[in-house]
């Protein structure tokens, strides 16, 4: 399977402000998926991100507070914008793997929100 | 849309013993049907998975099956070992371009040595 790594593994951010998380894949990927995670909690899907189309968003995610860039097969973005306390939480990204269907995980963003 | 249960919520199990997590969704189109275990402070790993098409699959000591009629699936881990500690979590995917991925709320898992 692919190798994922995401940039920052962690952060502390303040009210108000905006964080860009970044997920690199070794090879290159269809499509690509960003989660988030609070607290043990589990996994709820915040958007898909194919290379060359806008980003397909779940019920009650937004562009405005998620945009989201697919520049190429490897890469992704995910910004969180104007963030609050209740957008602490693990962001993670995901790819399809060589299976239909199949998705592995990246490691996480772990994002505190003061 | 797709909704899934999963149950339960903590489970704690004697090493050696087996380990049994019920799940349930609501879309009868859900095709994929896959298992992650996530360690503490580590990624989702997949771990097994089922399509609808089949009504069970072994890997070494773990086992999922499926009643598509019923709307169920089930994880069976048989011989836990304290490295099967962990949160599992379900997940039901809906067919079409975009895999659509609804998951349980999870499992966590405690095997006693």
């Known amino acids: 399977s692919a190798v994922i790594s995401q940039k920052p593994s962690r952060d502390i951010c303040q009210r108000g402000t905006s964080l860009t998380i970044q997920c690199q894949v070794d090879s290159q990927v269809t499509m690509m998926f960003w989660y988030r995670q609070q607290p043990g909690q589990s996994l709820t899907l915040i958007a898909t991100?194919?290379?060359?189309?806008?980003?397909?968003?779940e019920s009650g995610f937004v562009i405005d507070k998620f945009p989201i860039s697919r520049p190429n097969l490897t890469f992704s973005t995910l910004t969180v914008s104007n963030m609050s306390p209740e957008d602490s939480s693990i962001y993670l990204c995901?790819?399809?793997?060589?299976?239909?269907?199949?998705?592995?995980f990246g490691p996480g963003t772990r994002l505190t929100v003061t | 849309g797709e909704n899934v249960e999963q149950h339960p919520s903590t489970l704690s199990v004697q090493e050696g013993d087996s380990a049994v997590i019920k799940c349930t969704y609501s879309d009868s189109a859900s095709n994929y049907f896959p298992w992650y275990k996530q360690e503490l402070g580590k990624r989702p790993q997949l771990i097994i998975d089922i399509r609808s098409n089949v009504g069970e699959k072994k890997d070494q000591r773990i086992a999922v099956t499926l009643n598509k009629t019923a709307k169920h699936f089930s994880l069976h881990i048989t011989e836990t070992q304290p490295e099967d500690s962990a949160v599992y979590f379900c997940a039901a995917t809906l067919p079409g371009g975009y895999q659509k991925v609804t998951f349980g709320t999870g499992t966590k898992l405690q095997v006693i040595p």
């Open positions: 991100a194919n290379q060359g189309s806008e980003a397909t968003y």
């Open positions: 995901s790819v399809d793997g060589d299976r239909v269907d199949e998705q592995y």
